[in-house]
């Protein structure tokens, strides 16, 4: 079974920091084309940072450029985001995906596989 499994989700006040793991199983992802997406309340869901495994181009929405840094981590299968200076409105679930279409633009990706989420609840 091939499964994304996030973790390190939490409640932290403006202005924190959070580091967010995905872990991958069941396959080999060190090839494919990973990111996280986040959905808020009432919204839909947006893609946050992608990042291609051959030359580990990375993209992030401009909403988090200069604070989130996404990374490949091969020895876990996954990517981790770090978050810095978070806001409010970062709050949300945060999911963990996966695209076997390696050198495809994030921003326009067919995502094959999503973990189940993680919450993320930044205060003011």
């Known amino acids: 079974q091939v499964q994304l499994v996030e973790s390190g989700g939490g409640l932290v006040q403006a202005g924190g920091s959070l580091r967010l793991s995905c872990a991958g199983s069941g396959r080999s992802f060190n090839n494919w084309l990973m990111g996280w997406f986040r959905q808020a309340p009432g919204s839909e869901r947006e893609l946050v940072a992608g990042i291609r495994s051959s030359e580990s181009t990375t993209y992030y929405a401009d909403f988090v450029k200069g604070r989130f840094t996404i990374s490949r981590d091969n020895a876990k299968n996954g990517v981790d985001l770090q978050m810095n200076s978070l806001k409010p409105e970062d709050t949300g679930v945060y999911f963990c995906?996966?695209?076997?279409?390696?050198?495809?633009?994030?921003?326009?990706?067919?995502?094959?596989?999503w973990g189940m989420g993680t919450q993320v609840t930044v205060s003011s």
């Open positions: 995906v996966a695209s076997r279409s390696a050198s495809a633009l994030p921003t326009s990706a067919v995502y094959d596989y």
